[in-house]
């Protein structure tokens, strides 16, 4: 599972903070945006899966390093990966680039867990639209 999914998007002043540079916790949502289109580009529908089989996959946890700093107007591409798929979890690698220039690393692991906010194993159908796109992109 090494395929990369694409999102290019950009910063705008909005995101910054007064210093005229993207503030910290603005990337979460950048990078949560790639990972929201790789699963909608699998055909996973977030929504109806929570309505029809009561399934959601809150991060559980997310690690983060900036190794540079960004700005608005900055033309970026978050890089999203599956790197696990578990039993009740995965783990995807999600990277921010300007050009070339690798400017954010993160890892984020999901559970997946059922109404109750227990685990509950990976359905077979949403194991196989993973792996497809992984391999695909």
């Given at each position: 599972m090494s395929e990369t999914h694409r999102f290019?998007?950009?910063?705008?002043?909005?995101?910054?903070?007064t210093a005229g540079i993207v503030?910290?916790?603005?990337?979460?949502?950048?990078?949560?945006?790639?990972?929201?289109?790789?699963v909608r580009e699998a055909s996973i529908d977030q929504?109806?899966?929570?309505?029809?089989?009561?399934?959601?996959?809150?991060?559980?946890?997310?690690e983060i390093n900036y190794l540079q700093q960004l700005h608005p107007?900055?033309?970026i591409e978050v890089r999203t990966r599956v790197q696990k798929i578990g039993g009740a979890n995965m783990e995807m690698g999600?990277?921010?680039?300007?050009?070339?220039?690798?400017?954010?690393?993160s890892k984020v692991?999901?559970?997946?867990?059922?109404?109750?906010?227990?685990?509950?194993?990976?359905?077979?159908?949403?194991?196989?639209?993973?792996n497809e796109i992984t391999i695909a992109s």
């Open positions: 290019p998007t950009q910063f705008y002043w909005e995101d910054t903070d503030y910290y916790a603005n990337y979460l949502g950048f990078l949560e945006r790639g990972r929201s289109d790789l929504a109806t899966l929570l309505d029809n089989e009561g399934v959601m996959f809150p991060v559980r946890r997310c107007d900055n033309q999600l990277d921010i680039y300007r050009g070339d220039e690798h400017t954010v690393r692991q999901l559970a997946c867990v059922g109404r109750s906010g227990r685990p509950q194993r990976l359905a077979a159908h949403i194991r196989a639209a993973l």
